[in-house]
């Protein structure tokens, strides 16, 4: 079983459109999550940490459920900037990150 | 606040060759990290430097790859000799002294290193 599993899509929706990411971990012990954003041939950047009491920004939610050991990001009314790679990540021990595979979405106009 | 800094951004290299990759972190920033993306695979942990001690280095795959990061600056990772297997992007990341948990973390461009 990997580490953290992301469905890799692609997702291509429209402009306007809701769309929803799921993500499942592996480690019980993990204490913080997040979500980076990749575009193509960049690094990643972190889109938002995630939280228990899940958490939003503008268009972007985010959702944890350590029972299920499941987390989700929602983006509503997407635009064409949206279309990224999501990549779900997850903290190992004290500093090291686990990356899921990433899941592409393509915003079509 | 200049970001993490890494050199090359690209590198062609023949199987056998040794390739030096370096990153200059933010200024300040005890923590630094190296990650590398395979084809096809997600980002990986290689390894994880507290000022000029390593941390953690769980991730590095074999005894061909060696990390330095003299003085707590800079750092440098060499592949040596390099297989074709290396090939990927290795990104470097740093985050300030007594962050945990992996928040803080701020990512370099990236070294896009191919094999041949």
């Known amino acids: 079983r990997k580490e953290v599993e992301q469905d890799p899509g692609p997702f291509n929706v429209p402009e306007g459109a809701t769309v929803a990411f799921n993500c499942t971990y592996s480690?019980?012990?993990?204490?913080?999550f997040f979500w980076y954003r990749q575009d193509c041939r960049k690094e990643p950047k972190l889109l938002m940490s995630?939280?228990?009491s899940g958490n939003e920004d503008g268009r972007f939610t985010a959702q944890l459920n350590r029972a299920s050991q499941y987390i989700s990001l929602l983006i509503r009314d997407s635009k064409l900037s949206d279309s990224a790679t999501y990549l779900c990540?997850?903290?190992?021990?004290?500093?090291?990150?686990?990356f899921g595979q990433g899941t592409r979405l393509t915003i079509n106009p | 606040e200049a970001g993490v800094t890494q050199f090359p951004s690209h590198s062609v290299i023949e199987k056998g060759q040794t390739v030096t990759l370096r990153c200059d972190p933010i200024?300040?920033?005890?923590?630094l990290y190296w990650y590398r993306r395979v084809m096809g695979k997600e980002i990986k942990f290689l390894l994880h430097?507290?000022?000029?001690?390593?941390?953690?280095e769980s991730g590095m795959p074999n005894n061909r790859f060696l990390a330095e990061r003299t003085g707590g600056t800079y750092s440098t990772l060499k592949v040596q000799p390099a297989e074709l297997e290396d090939s990927g992007v290795y990104f470097c990341?740093?985050?300030?002294?007594?962050?945990?948990?992996?928040?803080?973390?701020?990512f370099g461009s990236g070294t896009r290193l191919t094999v041949v």
């Open positions: 430097f507290v000022k000029e001690s390593k941390q953690d």
């Open positions: 480690n019980s012990a993990s204490q913080s």
């Open positions: 990341a740093s985050s300030r002294g007594g962050t945990g948990g992996g928040n803080g973390y701020t």
């Open positions: 995630v939280y228990s």
């Open positions: 200024s300040g920033h005890d923590n």
């Open positions: 990540v997850v903290n190992w021990g004290a500093q090291k990150l686990v």
